[in-house]
């Protein structure tokens, strides 16, 4: 496809900032959905409000948008998964992505491609097997709200519109997520494995997030789930040991899985201590050449000197 006009939620997020300098630096012009007004924005803006009625304003500003790149979502490691919380992350997702599925549908002049966020938790624990895309859905909290998530998207499917969902792994990124979180514990050297730290964990750079992203909007041939994820999973006790030799630092704290669960109750078992070895099987039969297949190469770039 011709990307020309790209429409952003997320935007303000460690990935969306890093996608829309790219987008810039490549001469695609963008627009951003924004909640808030902010006069530090430097890309093309929009109001609006998922949960209201009329999400946007005007509707007609949108015309004209080639790809649509949806990145939106309550932290699920930002606090213990009580009820309201589960309800918080379940809304944060489901509905912003609804409403704009519903908005690109109604557009007289349709996107080409629509580019969701969805994650690997779909999947939910499957211990050491291989999970590609072709696998099934587990069962439980993750699992149910990630096919909801991306049933959510179907008003856009409906409406001719390709969409992808891409299965997003641990972003790595010392400016977000997991890693950023990480980094201080492991600098001081309290770092270790967590739990028995054989659980597999699907990693993926930063720098590659965007380029996959970028590759799917151009790809009209693919549509449905992509697994975000580089080709070589780890186990978490792999992970920790490159993570402690990129920082120069030991690794001999590790944290039982009881204490997690006693931390973290229910998001611990989901997140921290679940296993998944996932593989991304249609990036590779696309072609897609990542920069950054193997986690030590990936640290070593990505982590400042």
């Avoid at 899985?257 to 991304?280: D, H, K, N, Q, Y």
Wanted: glycine letters at 10%.
């Amino acid at each position: 496809m011709s990307v020309e006009r790209i429409l952003l939620t997320g935007s303000s997020g460690f990935i969306g900032t890093s996608l829309v300098r790219s987008l810039m630096q490549n001469r695609i012009s963008t627009i951003a959905l924004h909640r808030r007004a902010s006069a530090q924005r430097t890309e093309a803006a929009e109001l609006w409000d998922p949960y209201a009625a009329t999400p946007v304003s005007r509707p007609e500003a949108l015309e004209g948008i080639t790809g649509a790149v949806h990145l939106s979502g309550a932290n699920l490691a930002a606090r213990r998964w009580t009820p309201a919380y589960k309800g918080e992350i379940s809304a944060s997702r489901l509905t912003p992505t609804h409403a704009l599925a519903n908005l690109l549908a109604g557009l007289r002049s349709k996107p080409e491609v629509l580019v969701c966020a969805s994650a690997i938790g779909i999947y939910g624990d499957g211990g050491d097997e291989e999970l590609s895309e072709a696998s099934p859905p587990g069962s439980g909290f993750l699992p149910d709200l990630c096919l909801a998530w991306e049933e959510a998207a179907r008003p856009a499917k409906d409406a001719g519109i390709r969409v992808v969902h891409l299965r997003f792994g641990v972003v790595l990124s010392p400016q977000g997520g997991a890693l950023k979180q990480m980094l201080p514990v492991f600098r001081a050297g309290l770092g270790g494995r967590l739990g028995s730290g054989r659980q597999w964990i699907s990693w993926i750079a930063l720098p590659d997030v965007i380029r996959v992203i970028e590759f799917v909007l151009r790809s009209g041939n693919i549509s449905g789930p992509v697994n975000l994820v580089a080709p070589n999973p780890v186990t978490n006790l792999e992970f920790t040991r490159s993570l402690a030799g990129a920082l120069r630092r030991p690794a001999a704290l590790p944290v039982p899985a009881f204490a997690l669960r006693l931390a973290f109750g229910e998001m611990a078992e989901a997140t921290i201590l679940r296993s998944e070895r996932v593989v991304p099987a249609r990036l590779s039969a696309a072609g897609f050449d990542f920069e950054y297949p193997e986690l030590d190469a990936a640290l070593r770039a990505i982590l400042p000197p």
